[in-house]
């Protein structure tokens, strides 16, 4: 179910168009500004006692936004706005997988690594298998 979630809300993230992204398990370098991603399973459930239990998983979706230092915070602040709204009450299947994001995504302080501005926003979700 881990494949399917990563893949729901990794292409959900793509529809806000063309931005460079470290995706999660792939070796690349991306130049400035871009995004990371990774997936977080923080609990599993079984939501359904029978002979074909469904699955019920909670986590997050971890983007990181990264950005040149000394131009100020607005650009990558609208950036984590936009992320936010895109994910904020949305409800996406495929092949067997509903993930909901029932609470608003969580963009926390702007702070300062390696010379650059890096802006983190957290996507809770919870998963159910269809």
Do not use: C
């Not at 690349?28 to 074909?52: C, D, E, M, R």
């Amino acid at each position: 179910m881990k494949t399917d979630i990563r893949s729901i809300l990794q292409s959900h993230l793509v529809t806000l168009g063309e931005y460079n992204t470290a995706w999660e398990g792939v070796k690349n370098t991306p130049t400035l500004p871009y995004q990371s991603v990774w997936l977080n399973i923080s609990t599993g459930v079984t939501g359904a006692i029978s002979n074909a239990p469904k699955a019920i998983e909670t986590g997050f979706f971890q983007v990181t936004l990264y950005s040149e230092a000394g131009l100020g915070t607005r650009k990558i602040e609208e950036r984590a706005e936009l992320i936010r709204n895109h994910f904020y009450g949305q409800s996406l299947a495929q092949n067997g997988t509903q993930v909901v994001i029932h609470t608003p995504p969580v963009i926390g302080g702007v702070f300062l690594q390696d010379d650059k501005l890096v802006l983190p926003i957290t996507i809770n979700f919870t998963a159910y298998e269809l």
